[in-house]
């Protein structure tokens, strides 16, 4: 009962094995979530689980709860389906996966897990979103969309869970899960400290911070190199 206990979802690939990692490395008892488990590190447990799948989400984080005694820290990566589409070009399925395996889904964990970090007296919610949002990115409309839903959600989630001393933010990150693809190469050249974040050290530090008892709520912290300048 005495142990800091942290669910990731999306906690698996390049990016959240680096997030895994921090938070263990911080103390963390760390629970993720994903699609495919098989690259899991970091870790207590790793559970397979499609986020858009409601039922099997509730399931999942009643699971933690059993186990582990509650719920300290959600961190909300998951975003199944990126859909890179000229915008003139977008369906209403792009959108609707789009924004299931997104906001809909990062509501989805804040609702489930908000009674059990109520009843430890508090916790903390990050939620990932992206610079294709905060300053757009041509071809990415459908994902941009979902990822400023996620702020906006972050915002209300700030005010009406503060006073459950639970800090809910954004984390928008300039790491990639596979840094080898020509956005990440993009970002490289654009980046003035001439590289993109590291997993564990970058993005994985950004979270333990504001996983901590820090007086920060409902902000968007860019964790870039300074690639957006975004104000």
């Not at 007086?215 to 870039?224: K, P, Q, W």
């Amino acid at each position: 009962m005495d142990q800091r206990v942290a669910i990731v979802t999306g906690g698996c690939g390049n990016l959240g094995r680096g997030v895994c990692r921090a938070l263990s490395k911080d103390g963390y008892t760390v629970v993720a979530f994903d699609v495919d488990t098989s690259r899991a590190e970091g870790v207590a447990r790793a559970v397979t689980l499609d986020v858009t799948d409601a039922a099997a989400c509730t399931a999942a984080v009643d699971a933690v709860v059993r186990d582990f005694g509650g719920i300290d820290v959600l961190v909300n990566m998951a975003q199944r389906i990126i859909i890179q589409t000229p915008l003139l070009e977008l369906t209403a399925e792009h959108m609707r996966v789009s924004f299931e395996s997104g906001p809909m889904a990062a509501l989805r964990m804040i609702q489930l897990c908000h009674p059990h970090m109520q009843a430890r007296g508090g916790g903390a919610i990050i939620n990932f979103a992206s610079d294709a949002g905060t300053r757009g990115i041509p071809g990415m409309g459908a994902y941009s969309a979902a990822k400023e839903a996620i702020r906006g959600i972050t915002k209300v989630a700030s005010l009406e869970l503060g006073r459950d001393n639970i800090r809910t933010n954004t984390l928008c990150p300039v790491a990639f899960s596979d840094p080898t693809s020509s956005w990440a190469q993009r970002s490289l050249a654009e980046n003035p400290m001439g590289r993109v974040g590291d997993p564990e050290q970058d993005i994985g530090g950004a979270v333990v911070f504001l996983a901590g008892p820090v007086f920060v709520n409902g902000r968007t912290i860019h964790v870039d190199g300074g690639t957006g300048v975004f104000r």
